[in-house]
């Protein structure tokens, strides 16, 4: 395949960026995005340029670094699949490819495409634990939990923090990953001494890291890689009512 990129580039934070066009020319159908844009980066640096800088690790879609806006959609076109497991089959040869960082106040640039994403640091590090004595783990029967409940965990905690929800909505609103974290915790017994404090504290960090408010635009749960559904703000919503009336 022989396609044309265009990336955004940017050499700091403090500095402004544009989108650069690229071409990329034998890029076979099987190859990963990522590893379409490391034949790119190859040929970048043998010819004397500055390479695209651009998050990554696992690649097997489960670390969450990989973050890129793929002709306008976070991890780009194929629903449920993190960019790292997008592959060029998806494209057709000749293409014009758009590839943006994460756009959100408080994702700011570092460079080219690479994002600060500390402040989903900040929201875990306000109340997404437990207390819990230290020393030998318990028993995996000594606290009954329903199987209902243990699905729903699950399926918050599947959430890989890569800010795709972030990314795509209109407000720049975190709180589909805020509710997948407060859920994950909040649905199990370990996790209900802290349940009240847990939700308050989390959202006020999720303010204070300059996120923008929910309007249930429902873009989140539409390009989350993991399909992280949209009822957990919802509940989000439940917990907070009640806690800040006990409060």
């Not at 329903?146 to 720049?172: Q, S």
């Not at 204070?208 to 957990?232: M, Q, R």
């Amino acid at each position: 395949m022989d396609i044309k990129v265009r990336v955004w580039r940017q050499a700091g934070p403090s500095t402004g960026g544009k989108m650069v066009t690229y071409d990329v020319k034998g890029i076979s159908p099987d190859a990963s995005f990522l590893e379409m844009i490391d034949v790119l980066n190859e040929t970048l640096i043998l010819s004397g340029d500055d390479p695209i800088a651009f998050d990554h690790d696992c690649r097997e879609g489960i670390c969450g670094a990989c973050s890129m806006v793929i002709n306008g959609v976070a991890h780009g076109p194929e629903k449920a699949t993190t960019t790292c497991q997008l592959h060029m089959r998806k494209f057709s040869d000749g293409d014009v490819i758009d590839v943006e960082p994460w756009r959100a106040a408080a994702f700011p640039v570092i460079k080219d495409l690479v994002v600060d994403r500390t402040a989903f640091d900040k929201i875990i590090q306000a109340g997404g634990y437990i207390t819990a004595p230290t020393g030998t783990a318990p028993d995996a029967h000594a606290t009954p939990v329903p199987k209902k409940d243990a699905d729903a965990a699950f399926e918050a905690a599947t959430c890989i923090g890569c800010g795709a929800c972030v990314a795509a909505c209109p407000n720049g609103s975190s709180m589909l990953f805020t509710a997948a974290k407060i859920a994950h915790l909040g649905l199990m017994p370990q996790g209900q001494p802290e349940r009240d404090s847990r939700v308050i504290d989390m959202l006020q960090a999720q303010d204070d890291a300059g996120f923008g408010g929910c309007t249930n635009a429902g873009e989140c749960t539409t390009v989350c890689p993991k399909g992280i559904p949209l009822s957990l703000i919802g509940r989000l919503n439940s917990d907070y009512r009640k806690a800040i009336t006990k409060r």
